[in-house]
């Protein structure tokens, strides 16, 4: 069994399709709009492997991660310290996402009675209007969750 201090120096690798998504997506995308070469960007694997590690356990969903990798190309700090900083993780606060789902379903009434009528596939909207809402930091399937409860 490894040592203590491997185990706290020692992080997992994100899947090779998440970090595919991020090399060739995210950071190939500034690279391209800013005419600069990848590794030029100041984002290292390591970092990439923070972001994805941030995805995963909830803290952050993918359009906080990209936030997150501006503040990478700028020097910002670690994944974690830009997460902090910015206030970009997702809120799960169950009283912000019930107010903001309240909010969304008096502002959309129509929506609410197709799903309150079995179309559950309406829900999409006001998890939309929750999102925009929240400024995209809802943790979206708590909301959807939140939504089915409320209308069925």
Not at 64 to 71: D, N, P, Q, T
């Amino acid at each position: 069994m490894p040592s203590t201090w491997w185990r706290r120096r020692w992080r997992p690798a994100p899947p090779p399709q998440a970090a595919r998504k991020w090399w060739l997506g995210e950071l190939a995308r500034r690279a391209n709009d800013t005419d600069t070469a990848i590794d030029a960007l100041g984002v290292t694997p390591a970092d990439v492997a923070a972001v994805q590690q941030l995805v995963d356990a909830g803290t952050i969903n993918d359009k906080l991660a990209r936030k997150v990798f501006e503040g990478l190309y700028s020097g910002e700090g670690t994944p974690a310290e830009i997460v902090e900083k910015r206030g970009l993780a997702v809120v799960s606060d169950e009283g912000a996402l019930s107010a903001a789902v309240d909010n969304a379903i008096a502002a959309n009434p129509d929506v609410a009675d197709k799903i309150r009528d079995g179309k559950v596939a309406a829900a999409g909207a006001l998890i939309g209007a929750v999102m925009k809402e929240m400024r995209g930091q809802a943790d979206a399937g708590r909301v959807r969750e939140l939504i089915l409860e409320k209308l069925t």
